[in-house]
Every structure is written in C-alpha cells, then in structure tokens.
C-alpha cells in the first residue's frame, strides 16, 4: 500500500508511527515475561537513586501518583520491592529495591535489549547512536 508523500514525509507522523511500534513491541515482549513499562521504570530508578518516597519515585518516573500505588502494589506482590514507613515521617512509605526486584530488573534489561534490537535492525551502530541523540535534543 502506498501512502501520499505528504504523509511519508511528515516528521512528526514518521517520528509517531515509529513510536506507536516500538512502543507495541516493548509492551509485548514485556507482557511475555508478567511485566509492564512502568515496572521497569521504578525497578530502573530505585536501582539506580536508591530506596524512594513515593512522590519521589512519581517525579522521577513520570508516572502519576495515583498509578504508581498501583504498580507498587503488583511489585510488592512479586516481592521486588519492598515498602516501609518513613522513619523521619511515618505518614510516607519508603520503596527499597529488594534482591528479587533486582534479578527481574535485570531479565528486564534482557527483553528490552531484545526488543531495542528488533526494532532498530534496519539502522547500523552508529545511525542508532545519531538517532538517540536526535530523539534526546528533541527532548531536552
């Protein structure tokens, strides 16, 4: 099927299909293994940052505050992280990265290097290093 040039040679349209599909692959390969892209978000900032307030860990993963009661809940169900109260403020939780949470962070790094991969096969190393710097400057 052929689309009007137009439409092949929009950016924005180009830079949103090619999102929607990476975005779809990522979340299969993810639900393949019982995960979400928010699990990997918090498991990756704690990781990283350390045991997190939960409006911490809101502000630093993107994720609303209202949705990541519920993605602590289905982690701390799996025993990868682990909630705690605040010992300076006893109305917070503390979220740790447990031992569990941090071997499925890294079987997560795994799918998604796959997934990373599959879907920048078509680009050599160094188009794929371009293409992230573009990606980040349209960002920043």
């Known amino acids: 099927m052929t689309e009007a040039a137009r439409l092949r040679n929009q950016p924005t349209r180009l830079l949103s299909l090619a999102a929607m599909h990476a975005d779809r692959q990522v979340t299969e ?14 498991l990756a900032t704690l990781e990283e940052f350390g045991p997190a307030s939960q409006a911490e860990l809101s ?11 519920a993605v602590l809940n289905e982690l701390a169900e799996q025993g990868s992280v682990e909630r705690t109260a605040d010992p ?21 790094d795994t ?6 991969n599959q879907v920048f096969a078509p680009l050599s190393p160094s188009e794929r290093e371009q293409l992230s710097r573009l990606l980040a400057a349209l960002l920043s």
């Open 88 to 108: 300076v403020d006893k109305r917070r939780n503390v979220i740790t990265l447990t031992k569990q949470g941090h071997r499925q962070l890294i079987k997560l």
């Open 111 to 116: 799918v998604l290097a796959d997934v990373q």
């Open 59 to 69: 502000d630093r993963t993107r994720i609303y505050r209202s949705d990541l009661v």
């Open 29 to 42: 390969a993810l639900a393949a293994v019982d995960a979400r892209k928010w699990h990997y978000a918090v």
